[in-house]
């Protein structure tokens, strides 16, 4: 069988043989594989194997084909933005819907299993979609997007924690008077979160950084720019 890196290029083979994988003619680039090739149904679950570091495959087996594809959402805009690989082999996206509560678009975060089965999804009031996220140490992910809260007539950068089972924990809302926005996060070594994005002071654009805790609370924040 094979995989491939990190970049989705070159191939990695696994599980090779070190004998002649019986090629129909691979001087000229046919890779076809006798019936009675030694890489047929060798690998795991009866797949074909590889040999000769080039890989067994038949006619009927293109590099890069699909595994699967899945198609979630409703009759209106649904969009995923980001995806991140979960350590039990699932897979966590987030984004938007239209769909949900339309007119009213909502934040979107939605996990399938490996085969690509939905687990559970997750729409987020007071945000119209999820600009960032990463996953947690807990099995969980946080989440930070822009939001308005109350009647205030600026929004707020919010950050959002669910559990594994896609359950909310706790939101925290963070920016002052001038307009807040949250585009992205990250859980550091020490379990704690660092965020950023924008805040506007002066009417001017400034980088917007801030640290929580596990459970939300503010350790320090920064501001720069001109």
């Not at 003619?25 to 890489?39: H, K, Q, R």
């Not at 690989?85 to 996990?111: M, T």
């Amino acid at each position: 069988g094979f995989s491939t890196n990190l970049d989705g290029f070159e191939p990695i083979l696994t599980n090779v043989i070190d004998v002649d994988p019986l090629f129909c003619d691979s001087e000229n680039s046919d890779f076809t594989i006798y019936d009675n090739s030694p890489c047929i149904g060798s690998g795991i679950d009866g797949a074909n194997m590889g040999a000769y570091g080039i890989g067994c495959f038949n006619s009927n087996l293109e590099i890069g084909e699909p595994v699967w594809v899945r198609h979630f959402g409703g009759i209106y805009s649904d969009e995923f933005v980001q995806v991140k690989e979960s350590s039990d082999g699932g897979y966590v996206s987030v984004g938007f819907s239209d769909s949900y509560d339309y007119p009213n678009r909502k934040g979107w975060v939605h996990k399938v299993d490996e085969f690509g089965n939905e687990l559970w999804s997750y729409y987020i009031s007071d945000i119209s979609e999820v600009s960032g996220f990463d996953l947690t140490s807990d099995g969980g992910c946080i989440l930070i997007g822009t939001a308005w809260q109350g009647g205030e007539m600026s929004p707020d950068m919010l950050i959002v924690k669910l559990n594994s089972n896609g359950i909310e924990q706790w939101r925290q809302y963070f920016g002052g008077l001038s307009a807040d926005q949250g585009k992205v996060i990250h859980q550091l070594s020490d379990g704690n979160y660092v965020a950023g994005g924008y805040t506007v002071l002066g009417g001017n654009y400034q980088y917007y950084v801030i640290k929580i805790d596990t459970n939300g609370n503010e350790i320090w924040n920064w501001v720069y720019g001109n």
